[in-house]
């Protein structure tokens, strides 16, 4: 698969349950659920573990909100970084979401997933 030449809209299309995943199960803080479109390289840097320990100390990470929208497409390299608008449930204001995704044994997989 080229994920480079496809469009903002396709890419985006690729990336919305791939970040409602990662919202779902970050809310219910599901290691397993939350890293299973990871690249190799980020399931390495993303051990149950330190997830634990980022879900027990920032409260915005186990109350996003389904409310998010995404904004646009930045192509790096070979990887694609979707922007979102997210939303908490209980802390006010907005936050940026980025998905950063490329390809891995012909899958389209998570290289980077934050919240700003």
Do not use: H
Request: hydrophobic share 40%.
């Amino acid at each position: 698969m080229d994920l480079l030449k496809k469009s903002d809209d396709e890419i985006i299309a690729i990336a919305k349950p791939i970040w409602a995943n990662l919202v779902k199960t970050s809310n219910m803080k599901d290691y397993g659920g939350f890293t299973k479109d990871f690249g190799s390289q980020m399931l390495f840097g993303a051990n149950e573990v330190e997830l634990g320990k980022q879900w027990a100390n920032n409260k915005l990470l186990s109350s996003l909100s389904e409310d998010y929208e995404p904004f646009g497409c930045l192509r790096r390299g070979v990887n694609i970084t979707v922007l979102f608008k997210q939303r908490s449930k209980e802390i006010p204001g907005e936050f940026l979401g980025r998905l950063v995704l490329g390809v891995e044994d012909n899958e389209v997989k998570v290289f980077g997933a934050t919240i700003y």
